[in-house]
């Protein structure tokens, strides 16, 4: 992939460099596909849970429910679950704002929770999340779907669903675009510039 | 500290004047002119610096006895001399105060003792500044410290009946009555300037009118009974126009005004820094240029510094547990030439007057504030008005540091002090 | 934001609404089963308390324990140190325990602006009410109140300000921190403000403050979308600030007459505790209308958000417009 000089503006923009590795017809199958398995290995999908994580988690959470809903003709219960809080890295930026914690009425005790990720990589933001979970109730199981699994594992972390495997560099970013946030879909393969000083 | 000898103070702006020489001979000036002789006289090169009468302090607070942690006679004149004075007036509100003629005569032999500068004690008005009775006045005067100036200041003689009293007792001796003009009830718990920014800040006013109410009453008083007033640290612009007024009568009515109060207005209390909290308090804008206006025309007769050292820890905390006062000192030549004389306001002439003459004429100093002329007693300040110097209170040679000058930078500097004949500073060095 | 928050004036607009905001999402872990976050685990925040504020107090240390953050309350009243030394000491003793947050409540104005600016101590310092000075998380937990109650749809108001509406502040102005920083705050905020009292509890230069201000309470009512009553001391009465309390009650409380010819939306705010009988009668406080309460729970929520905001990363939280979303969901390898 071509390579991108250091001056670029820092993150998140992707360069313009950056390479469309899904596009949105890409995602929305993936995300049909995993309606699928969790209907499939959920029996049914009855007790399920959809939680996304903020930001575009969120939106990839209200999709894959519409698309459950489509399979098992029933409406489930889908919220959105912020890790802020729980993060590892909070004192290495600046206070961050919060984004919204949303639990569908229904609660998660002794259900399914399915957590939804755009893209999976340290697996801290998991970690996170089910320390989060651990403070609201206490689900049947937990599973996890991500849009993208990008591998460098730094935690006993696995996805259960994983909408594309893509095997990446360090230096590489992904940067997934949903319509909801960011006016188009679609996944972009980038190179990160050096992290600014202070901020590692 | 240098003998007494000949000096030759050579090339001199004599009061701000042409360069001229003046020759001291023993503690008095033999010659004034121009190329005089050397033979035999220690000389100093004054090129560039202005000559002035040693400076004359009415309103200084020495705390001794009492308060040595803050200053002491020897410090604080000590560091009067650096300020080129000559003489000061040392306040009465020691421990004990200075409310009879043992105290006073103490204090005035400690001055004698400093050699650094005169100390002209001022006495008490009331027995410990109570403001209920008279102090011994006759027997202070009577002293060997030979009081004239009397002063219950940090406190006001609210009494209107002590104070018509007071007026009037002093008059058997030429006394004056130098009143502290704050009307205690409109006062009670003040903090600093009653205006837009006490009331930002939400620290308790401190009304203009409190120290106008007092000087209005003290002026009719002072006519009334065909006695002199005289009133300490104006600081308003009402004031001001009190005292004009006053004057215009021909009532017989002096003022001060602190150097302070010539340039820092209360917005520095936004810091709630301590050192901007000082008694009668930082006013406004308007107030500092009617203020500066007022001893231009002579309206204010003498600026007095009103040093009120302070230890650090009674600064070192918040507002409202703060003392009350800045040291002056050593910073009042500068703020002078900086607020007035660099503004055009004063000449060097009218600063010898403002800071010498008058001040000495109304605490009845005989040997001080004379003209720069032969036969009067050489007490002279020299001082460099192009010098420029960032304020760093841990330079000073008074005991305290609570300077609000910190880290500004301010012009002149006081090269040499000569008390009758006698340098107590020599190279902007203490002798 | 800055370091620290002394004065409502240290927040802009956009600290403002971030705090709000911030406070909104905090506020719905009240409802949890669990009702702890884990965020400032290992951080040691001290009450240092130079003033009997029970009210307060409690507030600050429900939210810091919510957080996780070590407590240390200190209660300096009554101690024999002569008071500024009693700061400094106090401090430097704070420092040696490694606070990292000092939330102090002091009866000199100012007190907390010093802590901030002296070298005395390394954390930062949140103003729980100073003197006659301010009390600005008491005004950010009054906007919080405000904009919930003011704002219709499901939102309450998230992500925007108080643009356009009317508060009134009612009472012993002169003296009230609450309403120096209510002030500063709601007009940051985009309100506009009315402060009514008799004139001898308007400080002098009341008239370069950014509000309206009247002496008569009657004419404001059916302007006002709020009106904030201050608690008004009785013995202000024996300074001569007002003749009697009747006098008081008639000219400056708010009774039922006077709520009714609120606007019907508008809404009745005290910041606690009151006097009834004095600035509010009790039909007022009981009513409805009347934000008293919701002002108390607030608080905790509110707290909660300044204490995580200042403390929950490497610096305060930067509201310098900028991306604020997070581009790769997984973080970065650290």
Redesign the interface.
Known sequence: MDSTPDTQPSVPAPSAAARTVLEGPDIARALTRIAHEIVERAKGADDVVLLGIPTRGVFLARRLADKLREITELPLPVGSLDITMYRDDLRLRPARALARTDIPGEGVDGRLVVLVDDVLFSGRTIRAALDALGDIGRPRAVQLAVLVDRGHRELPIRADYVGKNIPTSLRETVKVQLTEEDGRDGVLLGVREPAPSGER | MSQTQRTLIRGAHVLGGAPGDVLIDGGAIAEVGTGLPAEGARVIDAAGLVLLPGLVDLHTHLREPGREDSETVLTGTRAAAAGGFTAVHAMANTFPVADTAGVVEQVWRLGRESGYCDVQPVGAVTVGLEGKQLAELGAMHDSAAGVVVFSDDGKCVDDAVIMRRALEYVKAFDGVIAQHAQEPRLTEGA?MN????????????W?AVAEEAIIARDVLLAAHVGSRVHVCHLSTAGSVELVRWAKSKGWNVTAEVTPHHLLLTDDLVR???PVFKVNPPLRTEADVLALREALADGTIDCVATDHAPHPH??K???????AMGMIGLETALSVVQHAMVDTGLLDWAAVADRMSARPAAIGRLAGHGRPIAPGEPANLTLVDPAHRAVVEPTAFVSRSRNTPYRGLELPGRVVHTFLRGRATVLDGELA | MKRHLISATDLTRDDAVLILDTAEELARVADRPIKKLPTLRGRTVVNLFFEDSTRTRISFEAAAKRLSADVINFSAKGSSVSKGESLKDTALTLEAMGADAVVIRHHDSGAPHRLATSDWIGGCVVNAGDGTHEHPTQALLDAFTLRRRLTEGPNGGVGGDLEGRRVTIVGDILHSRVARSNLHLLTTLGAEVTVVAPPTLLPIGVAHWPCAVSYDLDSVLSKSDAVMMLRVQRERMNAAYFPTEREYARRYGLDGDRMARMPEHAVVMHPGPMNRGMEITAEVADSPRCTAVEQVSGGVSVRMAVLYLLLGGAGPADTTPADTTRSDENGQPA
């Open positions: 903090q009653e205006g837009v920014v006490s009331a930002e800040l939400g620290l308790t006013g009304p810091s709630y820094d820890e009674d070192d905390c918040e507002w409202g547990a703060a």
